[in-house]
């Protein structure tokens, strides 16, 4: 494993504290649908600051897309939300992790539950779903503050859209929903759980990303809705 | 600032020491015996530093640090880690 020399090719507005980066790494090896990669920055007097970061591309190629949540008073992520132009350099390390992973032969019923940027990992195993044209149903559950908090919406809605019940997304609002919603706004309890995610009867395979609290919440109500300890996969992630 | 992760964290770290990813072996704890992937381990990050401790009772696993190119890792709390649970 080494570090390599990544350049920014675009970065794009996602939310007001979010941004999608891609980086073109030369050498890149291709990644699986919810792998992350380590960053590296290095101030001029030396001092580095690592962190990781879920890929929300999956697949071949040396071009490859993050998603970047700013975490206020963090030593990274403003800069890369904030700051950082095409043509910036930065060091990359990956791709990283072989556990939080969806495999494309995998039959299974997906139930990915995503909390705030946890929604990058997810995201990348829906596109790798659409891409391999497979066959499984996937289910999607976002956790969002508001409507406008909500990062890669319009390709979620638009995967939604699709005909077929190939991919379904639910969204939770967690301080306020659009005009007219109508289901409770709060924090997704065993309630919301019940209502948007595939029944323990599915069996389903069920990734769980976001903050430290929501995926510990989210996977303690899965367990005593009935789903097995097994089949729920979790990430916690930090990138501050 | 510390931060409350999981052992997914840790592959990029671990990747400097094996060339398998480390992550997704399982580990038993030596304090309750607790079999788990190292993924799900609960993680402390705190200025480069990181403490994975089991999932199960809380007692540490490991202890990494990276500094520049620089990894140590330490397994003291580890009684076992296998691709194959066979300890």
Redesign the interface.
């Known amino acids: 494993?080494s570090w390599r020399l990544a350049t920014v090719g675009a970065a794009m507005r996602l939310t007001d504290s979010a941004r999608s980066i891609r980086l073109d790494v030369p050498g890149w090896p291709g990644n699986l649908a919810g792998q992350?990669?380590?960053l590296r920055l290095t101030a001029e007097d030396g001092y580095?600051a690592?962190r990781?970061y879920s890929i929300a591309s999956a697949g071949p190629g040396e071009s490859i897309e993050l998603g970047v949540d700013r975490v206020p008073?963090g030593e990274v992520s403003p800069y890369l939300v904030d700051d950082v132009m095409t043509g910036d350099q930065l060091e990359v390390?990956?791709p990283?992790?072989?556990?939080?992973v969806w495999h494309e032969d995998d039959p299974s019923p997906v139930q990915l539950i995503g909390g705030g940027s946890g929604v990058v990992p997810l995201i990348a195993m829906a596109r790798a779903h659409r891409a391999a044209g497979a066959t499984s149903r996937f289910r999607m559950l976002v956790s969002a503050r508001t409507p406008e908090d909500v990062l890669f919406a319009p390709e979620l809605s638009a995967l939604d859209a699709t005909p077929g019940d190939r991919f379904a997304l639910d969204v939770v609002y967690t301080r306020r929903g659009p005009e007219d919603w109508p289901f409770p706004i709060g924090r997704v309890d065993r309630a919301a759980l019940e209502r948007t995610t595939l029944p323990v009867s599915d069996s389903p395979a069920i990734f769980v990303c976001g903050p430290?609290g929501f995926v510990e919440t989210v996977a303690d109500h899965l367990v005593a809705i009935g789903h097995d300890p097994d089949r729920i996969?979790?990430?916690?992630?930090?990138g501050? | 600032?510390d931060?409350?992760?999981?052992?997914?964290?840790l592959?990029?770290m671990l990747?400097?020491l094996f060339d398998f990813?480390a992550?997704?072996a399982k580990g038993r704890c030596r304090h309750c015996g607790d079999e788990a992937?190292l993924?799900?381990a609960h993680v402390i990050?705190h200025d480069?530093e990181f403490v994975a401790r089991c999932r199960k009772c809380d007692a540490e696993l490991l202890v990494a640090m990276?500094h520049?190119d620089d990894v140590v890792v330490s397994f003291r709390g580890l009684r076992g880690l296998g691709i194959h649970p066979a300890y």
């Open positions: 494993m992350h990669l380590d580095q690592v990781s008073d390390r990956g990283l992790g072989g556990w939080f430290t996969k979790t990430e916690r992630f930090g501050a | 600032m931060e409350r992760l999981d052992g997914n964290v592959a990029g990747g400097e990813d992550t997704t992937v993924a799900e990050a480069g990276e520049h």
